[in-house]
C-alpha cells in the first residue's frame, strides 16, 4: 500500500508490512479471542493484555526505536489496528487511543527531555495513557472548555473535568488541555502531562456503554491539580492547535478500528451465508444476499484505499487533514452498514451473542463519533475543498 510516484502504484504490502500484520493477527487470536464475550459482559479493561501488546511493539507503533518503540508508519499501524479489532473492536480503540492520542501527542510536541522522560515507558506499555480534550458541556465545541490552568509561580493548578476518556481510571499518564486564555480563542488553550498519583488529580464516573466495553471510558477529574511548568507541552496558548493536528493522524487510526470492524462483520456475514441453508440451498446463492455481500466488499475496498492514501501523505510529511477526515468518515458509516447488514443476514441467530456480528453492530457506532463526529468531519472536509 504505498505510492512511490504519481507513475508507479504498488497496492502490496511489503514484506515488513505483511509480517507486521500475521504477528498482529496471531496475537489477537491467541491472547484476545478466547476472552472477548467475557471482557464485553463484564466492562473488564484487560491490563495485561496490553502489557503483551507492549512486548511485541504495538503501542509504540510510531515511536522510533531510539525512544523504545517500533520505528513504524502509518501503514504498519493501519495493518495492526486492523488485525485487533477484526477481533475485538474496544481493544483495538484503546490500542489506537494510546498511540494516537497521548502517546504521540508528547512525540509531536515534546521536547527532549520529556520525550525522554515519558515515551519510553508508553511504548512499551509500561505506562499506560489517556488524552483529555472533551468535556461534559464542549463536545465538539472544545473552544468551549471550562477546564482552567492558571500560572503560579513556577507552577500550573488545574481545576475541572473531562468526560468520555478513553483509560480515565487505567492510565498511569494523561494529556489534557485546560483553558489558559479566554473562551472560544484557539489560542486560548495549552497542554500539560499529568502523571497518576497528582495530588488534586483523579478519576470519575466510567461510563456503562453500548458497545466498545472492554476499552475504559471515564471522567478526569482536577481539584486544585498543581503541576510544574515542565511538565506543559510546547508554547502557552499552543494546546488547541496541538490537538487538530494531533487528531489528524488520530483519525486514520480510527478508520483503521472501522475497517477492522467492517471486516470483522463481513467475514462472519460471508462464513453465515454460505453455511445457512434456506429452500434447498445456502442463502449466499439468493440474490438478496448475495447483493449485500458485493456491497460489503466493495465498500471496504474502498474505505481501505483511502486509509492507505491518508497514510501515505502523512508519512511522507505532506497536509493530509482532508484525507485523514475523508478515511475517517467514509469507513466509520461504512463500518455502521457493513454490521447492520451482517446482523441482516444472519436472520434472528444476528440479534443473540451467539454470533459475533452481534457485538460488531453494538461497537460500530462509536466509530461515527469518537475523535470528531460524522458531521465535524464533513466540517473540515467542505472547509479544505472550499478554501
Known amino acids: 500500500m504505498v505510492t512511490d510516484t504519481l507513475s508507479t502504484m504498488n497496492f502490496d504490502y511489503s514484506e515488513t508490512q505483511k509480517m507486521v500484520a ?53 501503514h504498519e499501524y493501519i495493518a495492526i489496528l486492523e ?55 464542549t463536545g465538539s465545541d472544545a473552544g468551549g472548555m471550562n477546564t482552567t490552568a492558571v500560572k503560579d509561580g513556577d507552577s500550573w493548578v488545574l481545576n475541572g473535568a473531562k468526560n468520555f476518556i478513553t483509560h480515565g481510571k487505567s492510565g498511569d499518564i494523561a494529556v489534557v488541555i485546560a483553558r489558559t486564555g479566554e473562551k472560544g480563542d484557539s489560542h486560548g488553550m495549552t497542554a500539560f502531562v499529568i502523571e497518576k498519583g497528582t495530588p488534586g488529580f483523579s478519576s470519575g464516573k466510567k461510563e456503562d456503554k453500548l458497545g466498545m466495553r472492554a476499552s475504559e471510558t471515564a471522567e478526569l477529574i482536577f ?12 508554547e502557552v496558548g499552543d494546546g488547541f492547535i496541538q490537538s487538530m493536528k494531533v487528531l489528524d493522524g488520530g483519525r486514520i487510526s480510527i478508520g483503521a478500528l472501522s475497517l477492522g470492524v467492517s471486516k470483522g462483520a463481513y467475514k462472519a456475514a460471508l462464513k453465515y451465508s454460505k453455511e445457512r441453508v434456506q429452500f434447498g440451498k445456502p442463502i449466499s446463492e439468493f440474490q438478496g444476499i448475495s447483493f449485500k455481500l458485493a456491497d460489503m466488499a466493495t465498500e471496504i475496498e474502498a474505505s481501505e484505499l483511502l486509509l492507505h492514501k491518508a497514510a501515505f501523505l502523512k ?15 467514509y469507513a466509520s458509516e461504512v463500518c455502521v452498514k457493513i454490521a447492520n447488514d451482517a446482523v441482516q443476514i444472519h436472520g434472528g441467530y444476528g440479534y443473540t451473542k451467539d454470533f459475533p456480528v452481534e457485538k460488531f453492530y453494538r461497537d460500530a457506532k462509536l466509530c461515527t463519533i469518537g475523535e470528531g463526529t460524522t458531521e465535524i468531519q464533513k466540517v473540515v472536509i467542505s472547509r479544505n475543498i472550499l478554501k
Open 83 to 137: 488485525e485487533i479489532s477484526k477481533v475485538d473492536p474496544a481493544i483495538g480503540l484503546s490500542v489506537a487511543a494510546h498511540n494516537s492520542l497521548c502517546t504521540n501527542h508528547i512525540l509531536s510536541f515534546g521536547n527532549e527531555e520529556q520525550k525522554q522522560r515519558w515515551i519510553p515507558k508508553l511504548a512499551t506499555a509500561e505506562w499506560i495513557g489517556a488524552w483529555g480534550l472533551t468535556e461534559h458541556n
Open 223 to 234: 481539584s486544585d491539580c498543581r503541576i510544574p511548568d515542565e511538565n506543559r507541552l510546547g
Open 22 to 74: 500475521e504477528s498482529a493477527r496471531e496475537f489477537a487470536q491467541q491472547y484476545i479471542a478466547p476472552h472477548v464475550l467475557d471482557w464485553d459482559e463484564s466492562q473488564t479493561f484487560p491490563l495485561e493484555v496490553f502489557k503483551k501488546a507492549g512486548e511485541l511493539g504495538f503501542m509504540g507503533v510510531l515511536v522510533p526505536e531510539e525512544l523504545g518503540g517500533s520505528g513504524l508508519g502509518y
Open 315 to 329: 508519512n511522507a510529511g505532506k497536509p493530509m487533514t482532508k484525507l485523514g477526515a475523508m478515511c475517517k468518515m
